[in-house]
Nanobody, 120 residues
Framework: QVQLVESGGGLVQAGGSLRLSCAAS???????????VGWYRQAPGKQRELVAV???????NYADSVKGRFTISRDNAKNTVYLQMNSLKPEDTAVYYC???????????WGQGTQVTVSS
């Protein structure tokens, strides 16, 4: 099993920055089997949407709405994936979730979410 814990959310003014962290834990075998880690967000009354994803052997991908503002990165030594969010807008307000796909069957694990609120 892979467990994920997000942190770094909070309240920020428009134009500000936040860095979210997604720390993975579990057996060594499950950790090294992670194929992709993505950041998703869900605003009230809206569907959960993909924000950014980093896949082994591929360049990161971003939603059009965050391109040029958000950067996803990982620190393998810390089993942690980050989402650096700059030039934040009120429409970025949402609960942000981390997701990992792992194992030969591409099982999916979710974190508990972290709230990001951007005030205008």
């Amino acid at each position: 099993q892979v467990q994920l814990v997000e942190s770094g959310g909070g309240l920020v003014q428009a134009g500000g920055s936040l860095r979210l962290s997604c720390a993975a834990s579990g057996s060594i075998g499950s950790i090294i089997s992670i194929k992709a880690v993505g950041w998703y967000r869900q605003a009230p009354g809206k569907q959960r949407e993909l924000v950014a994803v980093i896949t082994v052997g591929h360049s990161p991908n971003y939603a059009d709405s965050v391109k040029g503002r958000f950067t996803i990165s990982r620190d393998n030594a810390k089993n942690t994936v980050y989402l650096q969010m700059n030039s934040l807008k009120p429409e970025d307000t949402a609960v942000y979730y981390c997701n990992a796909e792992w194992g030969p069957k591409r099982l999916s694990s979710w974190g508990q979410g972290t709230q990001v609120t951007v005030s205008s």
